[in-house]
């Protein structure tokens, strides 16, 4: 190829490659950056109708009288305050059970409630707003019990303690308390308090509200010994949506605005405290 031609196709690919970066610059400035949730008409499953699940059975405090529908019970009020703010009007009530909301895929829900703990493997398939209330845990045992007296966790490692099958409790006395004895598991509340009235257990393990209200409606003779200590991150609750809702960014804000103006908080003093002086077991 000669000098001349040589240059003249030198210039042409310079040209060409210039093209080609303007024409991609151009593309990607063209690109629109996706639209945030409009949470002023929020993306509900039904038109507005804020569906909302719950367990079947609810329980107290969460949920007075397992009708969700009432507005009483800590999770129903927080909830009803929710749809409040978000300015929606009607919420349906449904149930599901507790592992089967947990599972990937599809929801027939707008979000669910029943307690659910903010964890990274339950993350990588469902999505959670953030905490409306971060729990406690707390010792429950009869006034005669040697542990009523207890003061740390070492003064339980002896103890005979249980827990409900799958929650919390059940994982904070494994792996936190660690008893030498073998830890009683249960499948629901009431079978925790067949056991304690046999004696066949020293103490049970609760979140703080549940403890409360076993402790005054549920198990005659029984005291809450002490809350227990937090070991690590707290554990925080979240409503579960599934994986990639758009719907979690305003419930976000409406929770993040109930907190600001003290709701949570004056729900939780009404539906979760019961008074008293609790002390806090030491490490």
Request: net charge negative.
């Amino acid at each position: 190829m000669s000098s001349r031609l040589m240059k003249i196709a030198t210039v042409l690919i310079a040209l060409t490659l210039a093209a080609g970066c303007g024409g991609s610059s151009d593309e990607s400035a063209s690109t629109t950056a996706p639209k945030a949730t409009d949470c002023t008409n929020p993306p509900l499953k039904n038109d507005g109708v804020l569906t909302v699940a719950t367990g079947d059975p609810a329980f107290e405090p969460w949920v007075v009288d397992d009708d969700p529908t009432n507005g009483k019970g800590f999770e129903s009020a927080v909830v009803a305050a929710v749809a409040k703010q978000m300015g929606i009007t009607k919420v349906n009530w449904t149930r599901t059970g507790f592992d089967a909301a947990i599972a990937p895929g599809k929801k027939d829900f707008d979000f669910n409630v029943q307690q659910y703990s903010i964890t990274p493997e339950r993350k990588e398939v469902v999505d959670f707003s953030r905490s409306y209330y971060t729990v406690e845990q707390a010792l429950v045992a009869a006034k005669d019990n040697e542990i009523s007296k207890a003061r740390s966790l070492a003064d339980l490692k002896d103890a005979r303690l249980g827990a409900a099958l799958g929650s919390t409790s059940l994982d904070y006395i494994e792996n936190v308390i660690k008893p030498n004895t073998q830890v009683q598991v249960f499948d629901d509340n009431a079978a925790a308090k067949a056991a304690f009235d046999a004696g066949q257990v020293d103490g049970l393990v609760f979140d703080l509200p549940t403890a409360y209200y076993v402790t005054a409606v549920e198990i005659e003779n029984a005291d809450i010994v002490g809350v227990l200590p937090t070991v690590g991150d707290a554990e925080q609750l979240g409503f579960l949506f599934e994986k990639g809702s758009p719907l979690v960014s305003c419930v976000d804000n409406a929770l993040d605005a109930l907190d600001k103006d003290g709701t949570l908080a004056s729900l939780q003093t009404e539906w979760l405290a019961r008074g008293g002086d609790i002390p806090t077991l030491s490490e």
